[in-house]
């Protein structure tokens, strides 16, 4: 059984930075595909960002998703953050592939808070 524990949610202003962690127990992170979703007040959840097996994954302007193998570990980092950003951010594990469709996620998270003041 795979185990997800998110940290490092916040409160900070626009243009700010936070890096989110997701400790993975159970299995080896690098067994599996690991991704971040977010879910904003009155809103579906959505894909961020997620990483292969061979800790390849794309970056965006603001965000970069990266894993660290010997503390089973992977991570979030958002930079520029704005007020839109505002969502509870969950980790998300797949045995099978990087999934962009929330109910296709084998394992989760129970979600860290970030907010974005302006």
């Known amino acids: 059984q795979v185990q997800l524990v998110e940290s490092g949610g916040g409160l900070v202003q626009a243009g700010g930075s936070l890096r989110l962690s997701c400790a993975v127990s159970?299995?080896?992170?690098?067994?599996?595909?690991m991704a971040w979703f977010r879910q904003a007040p009155g809103k579906e959840r959505e894909f961020v960002l997620g990483i292969n097996r061979d800790g390849r994954g794309p970056t965006d302007d603001r965000f970069t998703i990266s894993r660290d193998d010997a503390k089973n570990t992977v991570y979030l980092q958002m930079n520029s953050l704005k007020p839109e950003d505002t969502a509870v951010y969950y980790c998300?594990?797949?045995?099978?592939?990087?999934?962009?469709?929330?109910?296709?996620?084998?394992?989760w998270g129970q979600g860290t808070q970030v907010t974005v003041s302006s």
């Open positions: 159970g299995r080896t992170v690098s067994s599996l595909y």
């Open positions: 998300a594990a797949n045995l099978g592939g990087i999934t962009t469709i929330p109910r296709r996620v084998d394992y």
